[in-house]
Antibody, heavy 120, light 106 residues
Framework: EVQLVESGGGLIQPGGSLRLSCAAS????????MSWVRQAPGKGLEWVSI???????YYADSVKGRFTISRDNSKNTLYLQMNSLRAEDTAVYYC??????????????WGQGTVVTVSS | DIQMTQSPSTLSASVGDRVTITCRAS??????LAWYQQKPGKAPKLLIY???SLESGVPSRFSGSGSGTEFTLTISSLQPDDFATYYC????????FGQGTRVEIK
């Protein structure tokens, strides 16, 4: 069974750092397109970052230079290192598995999300 | 950046109604559009990809159409389980979601 389990969220002060983890089971992270999508309280979905199976990474302008996506193939886990956090980064962060059919990607498997709250 | 605009923001409907949600892209995205359903406190669920392809396990009352800049999601006969928020997402250039359409009970 395919499963994505996020962890690492919490309450952090502005300017602080946090690392989110997404442990995958039932498939191999390195062979898939893996992404982070966030949702601020009461708001819509916002794409954050993606890690292509081939190794390329992309970021939304709102997090570029502050967030870093990575993966540990031995642990079959995706990460999101978040630095210089701001109040506007407060959100539920979802890990999602992407599928490329002609173009990358639609997101067809999602974790349950982990909550990040940036506040003093 | 490609912007996605959904309408309406909220839709009130009854069980059995035919429901249509529109999604407009700020520039052509060919047919690289997906639709998701999200219920409160839950992760989004993929319903449709590449404008009109139904994801496995999704009921056939859901359908999608369009191309270029205008797209629609149609629910042919609204069921109690369908009251939720729906998002479109383009994947032609990077990835952008619409702001969502909440389908509520009339």
């Amino acid at each position: 069974e395919v499963q994505l389990v996020e962890s690492g969220g919490g309450l952090i002060q502005p300017g602080g750092s946090l690392r989110l983890s997404c442990a995958a089971s039932g498939f191999t992270v390195r062979n898939n397109y893996m992404s982070w999508v966030r949702q601020a309280p009461g708001k819509g979905l916002e794409w954050v970052s993606i890690f292509y199976s081939g190794g390329a990474t992309y970021y939304a302008d709102s997090v570029k230079g502050r967030f870093t996506i990575s993966r540990d193939n031995s642990k079959n886990t995706l990460y999101l290192q978040m630095n210089s956090l701001r109040a506007e980064d407060t959100a539920v962060y979802y890990c999602a598995r992407g599928r490329s059919v002609g173009s990358c990607c639609q997101f067809y498997s999602w974790g349950q999300g982990t909550v990040v709250t940036v506040s003093s | 950046d490609i912007q996605m605009t959904q309408s309406p923001s909220t839709l009130s409907a009854s069980v059995g109604d035919r429901v249509t949600i529109t999604c407009r892209a700020s520039q052509s995205i060919s047919t690289w559009l997906a639709w998701y359903q999200q219920k409160p406190g839950k992760a989004p669920k993929l319903l449709i990809y590449e404008t009109s392809s139904l994801e496995s396990g999704v009921p056939s009352r859901f359908s999608g159409s369009g191309s270029g800049t205008e797209f629609t999601l149609t629910i042919s006969s609204l069921q109690p389980d369908d009251f939720a928020t729906y998002y479109c997402q383009q994947y032609d250039s990077y990835w952008t979601f619409g702001q969502g359409t909440r389908v509520e009970i009339k």
